[in-house]
């Protein structure tokens, strides 16, 4: 056992090397492929001229410069001379130009700012003009262009001192063309044999962003497709990233809604909007807030997506580091914070040695995080991961490179470009997850709809076992009745006409017969047997019903003993549980009193009363009495037989019963209760 859990040990260690190995190459391979994205660069058709040289002339960064620091929008359609934006822009150019020889410094295209500040203090003001000539043997016969495929910032073009054209609005925040190649189609007539003059005018905010790449001239069918192309690499491709990394976040935002347990959704979606945020420096040309708020948007948006990331990554390997996480936030904040409250001079210096080499090394953090747990991510999620985040990590290290002066600022910046496959693989990984969920449920949908099946035949089989048990029980419940009746019969028969009959045949035993007692026995055993059979009928439980019945087996005796009967028996409730027993019972009490009353109390009426009555409690009960008005009878007399049998009957019924009795007459009544206790 200890051997074959040795050997699955070296096989899982042996296989998560293989995974380690293949992810470090798939790194390697990111990276050089990084490398060759950044290398992209504008390429002219053959027989396009590069203007390489230039004497760069910048504004005075006195108050009173040549040029204007910001020019309304307004003017551009102004039709006042001298006041209009386009004779503004030539006459700040003519005036620059006339100061080349005092003012003017030569130097090669690409040519940035950044570097020539220390030399030409000037260039602080954020506006200059390059200077370029090129001599033609012969004016061209055909329509030519010059071609500018990077602006820091805004430009104005001029050829032999016509204005061709310029990049949108010098109204501060000025237009951005530093991703948006431009084109300008010289008029006829305006290149001639000899020198001819180009001058592009640069204004860029901040001052150090400012820069322009190598200008080209040429035919317009020549220069025209390879702008063409080069703007599609540079300005619409990151549109229809931006476009992309939206509607996708969207997505995943509308699955967190519906998932709020998987918080990697909700930040994955969050992650979407910093990026795409982030992305609108690549084509937004005018700003709509000053240039240093949107600088420190754009830093905040990278800086977010960072932290989002790595939240993401926590989460989304079931990681989630907490302190951690919480240093981070309040960091963020913090760091945000100062940059937005520091001034321009010191902004853009700690925004590029502080803010975003932290930024880059929380990407490099989820790249490590991952590769540090291979073993624990699916194949083909991890190579996924890997190939994705390390293009980020390759991508945003050029970019870093390119702030901190390393390369080259006229080429652009290439991390947007990574966005695309950094958030579809992710966005991938999601929703494959997000479907096996799906599956998942679905299967266990299925398990549970068997499970249900199953359950409800077991359920339909114990139901039936239970009908049967009830119904046995039922059958046994009715023969328990019919044993306790036919014994309750038999018990009844015994006590009240086996006694008479026994008596009947003690008799006969007897010589000479006492015939008037053996009469009497006979008569009581017949009457005994008729209130069995009346206690029998389905007049048992209603009560009016039975004394009917009573009445009409006692009228024969009271005739023959000339007794009047006044019967006085009013409407009367159900009894609750009167069966047959507690009927019986009842009729014998009353036999027995009208009996006693016949023989003994030599009355003349007798009354019988049953009607509904209430004592003070509120309790509800029947009432019974039999009512005489004979010579009643003494204590002495009330302790026969007769009466102690009524007073047991009663209490097997439940029932009060009392006895009243004077020299006018004897009463007895029974209070039967209408509800059980």
Known sequence: MSEAIINTTIKQRSLDNRLLLFSLSLVVLCFVGCWRLTTVRFIPSDGSIPLTQAILIADDIADDGLCQESIPDSLATAEVMNSSLPDLLTKCVRALLAERKARGQAVMLPHEWRYGVSSMPNLNSGRAVYHMQFPFTTAPNSPWAIALPA????????????????????????????????????????????????????????????????????PVELLEPAIQRYNFFRSIMPQMISLVVFVLSLAMALLWLYRRQDTEYGLFALGGVFWAVHTLDQFVVKTPINTALWDWLMLVSAGGLSLSGIFFIHRFLREPHLALEKRLLIGFGGLATLLLL????????????????????????????????????????????????????????????????????????????????????????????????????????????????????????????????????????????????????????????????????????????????????????????????????????????????????????????????????????????????????????????????????????????????????????????????????????????????????????????????????????????????
């Not at 050829?159 to 061709?164: E, R, S, T």
């Not at 999620?381 to 190939?387: F, G, S």
Request: with cysteine; glycine share 8%; aromatic share 8%.
């Open 342 to 677: 520091l001034p321009e001079a010191w902004f853009y210096p700690a925004s590029i040695y502080l803010w975003n080499p932290l930024v880059w090394l929380g990407v490099v953090y989820s790249l490590q995080f991952i590769l540090r747990r291979t073993q624990r991510i699916p194949p083909n999620e991890l190579y996924a991961l890997v190939a994705s985040s390390s293009v980020i990590v390759g991508l945003g290290l050029y970019d870093l490179l390119v702030l901190m002066g390393h390369r080259a600022l006229p080429y652009g910046f290439f991390l947007h470009f990574g966005a695309l496959l950094l958030l579809l693989s992710f966005g991938w990984i999601l929703l494959q997850r997000f479907v096996r969920s799906l599956q998942d449920v679905e299967e266990a949908n299925k398990q549970l709809v068997l499970i249900n099946q199953d359950l409800e035949a077991r359920v339909d089989e114990k139901t039936k076992k239970i009908a049967q048990s009830y119904e046995t029980i039922r059958l046994l419940g009715q023969e328990q009745v019919l044993l306790h009746e036919r014994s309750r019969i038999m018990r009844d028969m015994h006590d009240g006409i086996g006694v008479y009959l026994t008596s009947m045949l003690r008799q006969l035993d007897k010589d000479p017969v006492d015939k008037d007692h053996l009469r009497e026995a006979a008569r009581n055993a017949l009457n005994d047997l008729r209130l069995m059979i009346d206690s029998l009928g389905s007049a048992s439980s209603d009560l009016p019903a039975m004394l009917g019945m009573f009445r009409t087996r006692i009228s024969m005796a009271l005739e023959a003993c000339n007794v009047e009967l006044d019967w006085q028996v009013d409407e009367l409730p159900a009894l609750p549980d009167f069966g047959p027993e507690r009927a019986l019972n009842l009729l014998r009490i009353l036999q027995e009193a009208f009996t006693n009353a016949l023989k003994h109390s030599g009355a003349s009426i007798i009354k019988l009363v049953a009607r509904m009555d209430v004592i003070d409690s509120g309790e509800q009960f029947v009432l019974v009495e039999v009512i005489d008005n004979g010579k009643g009878f003494t204590s002495t007399q009330s302790a026969g037989h007769g009466l102690k049998n009524m007073r047991f009957r009663a209490q097997k019924i439940r029932a009060d019963i009392t006895m009243d009795s004077s020299g006018d007459g004897t009463q007895i009544a029974i209070r039967l209760p209408v509800s059980q206790h």
């Open 151 to 218: 602006t820091g910032q805004n430009l104005a073009v001029w050829v032999n001192g016509v204005l061709l054209g310029w990049g949108g609005s010098f109204e501060q925040p000025v237009a951005r063309n530093m991703s948006r190649p431009r084109l300008y189609t010289i008029p006829e007539g305006i290149l001639q044999a000899g020198d001819n003059q180009f001058d592009v005018y640069v204004v860029s905010q901040p001052a150090v962003k400012g820069f322009l790449d190598r200008v080209q001239i040429g």
